[in-house]
């Protein structure tokens, strides 16, 4: 009955995008076209303020900006700011790269803000960014931001034509009752242009990379929308930086539809990434193109040496799983009815046949 | 096989409550995973063994039991969808059906095993194999009847090799049931039974797992299904940090041995060495040492693994089957607490009950109970104590007989640890979220 109903019910319940024809493109991205970088060796450019006027702190500039700080305890919380005016053109979609380390136990941000072609001010940063409140580690850590993608996720809108960026500003901060010597030290700051590198997605493709993307053309005959979204899996073969850390998503247009787990590769291996709805947690750090469907890898450290893909596949359901629950269910009825069936009636019966049934157990004991 | 009128009314009652819950519950994110297999063949024809997310023997019988739904959907037959729910409701039904099939297996084989009702009942109507076969929609049930099963051929005689082959296919649905396979490989080995038993064992056993497996190679999935579902599992896969734990040793005091060492290959030999040494020293029946090394395996899975919560229910049936044989009855009731208690967990900290009743990903009905910060860590800390409970139970001499004030104390214990956790929150302070 199997063998003789394969493929012979109408294909309405399910979508499956999976041939490699469906793949329009490939290619991935390298962060090597250096438009600014501050050497850090100096101190000038930069200035520090206080959350309470009686804290101290200074900074020192010998190719690393040095921040330290020593914090009196108090009973409300406090901050040291350290930042600089600066003046980026978003027209190249710029990416910051930033490698700093902050010390343990303090905790420490990263905030950017500029002014559209008219002075307006915006910001592009929020508190529940992944760049605020960040607990320092002890060792150096590396991010690389999209100024306008930052921007995006605050205000909901790109920044304007012409828009640029005005600020950077790093900051420490410390709990109510916390005391004691903290630093901040910035390694590297840069800001580049990615460039996109075409490449054949059959064959391996060895460089040095900053993130893959595959733009795909669904073909979606069934009229499915993202929230039909199901599941999706990615295989291929990586090899990546002694640190790459990655993640897979799913994105259409600006909206990530799908996100996988978290992968590391130092050595060249195969893997199958799954990714789904329920997943997304993140956008991915640089900005993809308008008016497509991408599956992109992107790493949040370390970077990408060797990539071969080897197939994937986009499912889309009817009655996709939903991420959040409708406001307007009452299910008091149902999970009075799903409460009886799962403990209650079990339980009565179990209780009933084990008085009926006793002796049963005596003479097992 | 005859039931007596009352193991039939054990039977229907839990049949129909199985019946009652499987059309309007399920496992969003398993339940889609496994509908979308069956509606792509169904549909257009794939089979879609590379990207089936576990071992291809359930694919294969869900194939079977999607097909009868298939052909009445053909006929005709209308289907609707109940709330939010991935998979209507009919087939949500059929996709459960053989894993409610297997729970009545499992007690039909408890039933003839101990000749006794009430641990068949134990099991049968005990809330956490309801909630994994016709609530969740998890197979883990598939792997228990076969595993089950060989023990009971083993021990009435029904054959070593049937027994050993019907392990092998309890290893095809989920891995854990090679480990009774491997008890009986070290038996033989440990006999000498070289070419009456050992030959016939392998060879019996390599070629199912082949037979199991070519489809796979054929449709050009055998790298993924090594590294997606084998490795993964035994512990041998490298380069993910997804997936949650809820193991206390590594939630709790951060240590992950598996991030260094193959750990479960090393549990299940020493798992073999151990049963070895007691096989060979031959003061219990070998039928008991077989049961007691399965179990044993399955409370250290569930200790040191990454301890999700439907391989807890293992420990259910193999503790019921153990109690009996072992005279042990506080063990046979202990297990049904535990499924009781374990289910509530699962249920409120951390599935959510709107998720697998209402169909959608983040919603709450139990407010007090479910989505409290530090959901996690009370449920790993519940659970721990009550497998070194099911471990007291199972081996000490002071527990083999049940008391009635388990019950309050482990509901005292979830209020005491409900306390800290919750209300305090000394999760925050020892560095657990």
Redesign the interface.
């Known amino acids: ?2 063998v003789v ?10 979508l ?1 995008v ?1 041939s490699l024809n469906s793949l329009e493109s490939s290619y991935y991205v390298r962060l090597n076209n250096t438009i600014w970088q501050d050497p850090l060796n100096s101190t000038s450019q930069w200035h520090v303020s206080y959350s309470q006027p009686n804290m101290t702190a200074h900074i020192t500039a010998n190719g690393a900006l040095h921040l330290n700080t020593t914090i009196v305890s108090e009973p409300f919380a406090q901050a040291v700011n350290l930042y600089r005016s600066v003046n980026f053109s978003l027209s190249q979609n710029p990416v910051l790269s930033i490698s700093l380390e902050a010390s343990i136990g303090i905790h420490y941000g990263i905030r950017i803000s500029g002014q559209d072609a008219s002075g307006n001010p915006f910001q592009a940063w929020s508190e529940s960014s992944y760049l605020q409140h960040r607990s320092g580690l002890g060792r150096i850590e590396n991010f690389t931001m999209s100024a306008s993608l930052e921007a995006y996720k605050v205000n909901g809108i790109f920044p304007a034509v012409g828009s640029s960026i005005t600020n950077l500003q790093f900051y420490i901060e410390a709990t109510p009752g916390q005391a004691g010597e903290y630093s901040l030290t910035i390694y590297r700051m840069t800001l580049v242009a990615p460039n996109r590198y075409s490449f054949n997605s059959s064959s391996r493709i060895l460089d040095q990379m900053d993130g893959i993307v595959l733009t795909l053309n669904p073909a979606n005959k069934l009229g499915y929308s993202d929230n039909h979204f ?2 999706g ?1 990615v ?1 291929y073969y990586i090899k990546g930086t002694s640190d790459l ?1 990655y993640t897979v998503y799913y994105v259409h247009d600006l909206t990530v539809v799908g996100q ?6 130092s050595a060249l ?4 990434a ?1 990714f ?1 709805t ?1 997943n997304v947690r993140s956008y991915p750090p640089l900005l993809i193109g308008n008016n497509t469907y991408s599956i992109v890898l992107a790493p949040s450290a370390g970077s990408f040496l060797t990539f071969q893909l ?2 994937f ?1 986009l ?1 889309y ?1 009817s ?8 406001a307007d ?1 009452d ?1 008091t009825a ?2 009075t ?2 409460l009886m ?3 209650v ?3 009565a ?2 209780i009933l ?2 008085r ?3 002796h ?3 003479q ?2 | 096989m005859k039931l007596s009128k ?1 193991a039939s009314a ?1 039977l229907l ?2 049949l129909a ?1 199985r019946l ?2 499987a059309p ?2 399920g496992h ?2 398993d339940m ?2 496994f ?2 297999s069956q ?8 089979i879609d063994l ?2 089936f ?1 576990t071992l291809p023997m359930v694919y294969y019988v869900q ?2 039991f999607y ?2 739904y ?2 009445l ?2 006929l005709g037959m209308p289907d609707s ?1 109940f ?6 409701m009919i087939e949500g039904l059929f996709l459960k059906l053989p894993l409610i099939l297997c729970d009545i297996g499992i007690f039909l084989v408890i039933l003839s095993f101990t000749r ?4 068949a ?2 099991f049968f ?3 956490f194999p ?2 994994l076969s016709a ?1 969740w929609g998890t197979y883990d049930s598939t792997m228990l009847f076969p595993l089950v099963l060989g023990v009971y051929f083993l021990a009435t005689g029904g054959g070593r090799i049937v027994s050993s082959l019907v392990f092998v296919i309890s290893g095809l649905m989920k891995l854990f049931g090679f480990v009774a396979f491997a008890l009986l490989i070290c038996e033989s080995l440990i006999r000498r039974r070289f070419r009456a038993e050992i030959s016939w064992e392998i060879l019996g056993g390599l070629a199912i797992i082949a037979g199991t497996v070519f489809p796979v190679f054929l449709v050009g999935g055998f ?2 299904f090594l ?2 579902v084998v490795y993964r599992f035994i512990g041998l896969g ?6 949650a734990s809820y193991n206390v040793f590594e939630t709790v005091f951060k240590i992950n041995p598996s991030g260094n060492l193959p750990i479960l290959p090393a549990a299940l030999g020493l798992i073999c060495l151990g049963y070895s040494y007691e096989s060979s020293k031959g003061k219990q029946l070998r039928r008991l040492l077989v049961l007691k090394w399965t179990l044993i395996g399955g409370l250290a899975f569930s200790l040191f693994s990454a301890s999700e919560p439907q391989w807890l229910s293992w420990l259910v049936p193999l503790g019921i089957l153990y ?2 044989f072992a ?4 063990l ?2 202990f297990a ?1 607490i535990f499924g ?1 208690f374990v ?2 967990l699962t249920m409120t900290l951390l599935q959510g ?2 998720y697998m ?7 709450f ?1 139990l407010g007090y109970v479910e989505n409290v910060p530090g959901s996690a860590l009370l449920y790993t800390m519940m659970t721990t104590i009550m497998i070194v409970m099911f471990c007291g139970y199972s081996f000490s001499k002071r527990l ?2 049940f008391r009635l004030e388990v019950i309050p104390l482990t509901v005292l214990l979830y209020l005491q640890l409900y306390f800290w956790i919750v209300v305090v929150g000394v999760g925050k302070f020892v560095g657990v979220a």
């Open positions: 009955m199997v109903l394969r493929g012979k019910s109408q294909q309405t319940t399910v499956d999976s199901s599941q899996y295989d850390v996988g787990y978290i992968y590391s590769s291996t195969y893997n199958i799954s789904s329920s080897e197939g596949s499912r359901l009655q996709a799983p939903l991420t959040t629950t409708p269910i299910a149902a999970f009815y799903y069936f799962l403990f009636t079990p339980v019966i179990v046949v084990s009926l049934f006793s049963e157990t005596k097992a004991s | 009352p054990v009652s839990g409550i009652g819950l309007f519950t969003p994110g889609a995973l509908v979308e509606r792509l063949f169904y549909q257009s024809g794939t590379k990207y997310p194939l079977l097909a009868p298939q052909l959907r053909l969808q709330l939010y729910h991935d998979t209507l006794k009702l009430l641990p009942t134990l109507l005990n809330p309801i909630y609530v790298e993924s590294h997606g490298y380069g993910t940090a997804g997936g109690g009996s005279g042990r009855a506080g046979q009731y049904y009781v289910t509530f009950s709107a009743l209402v169909g959608s990903g983040a919603g009905i083999k007989s």
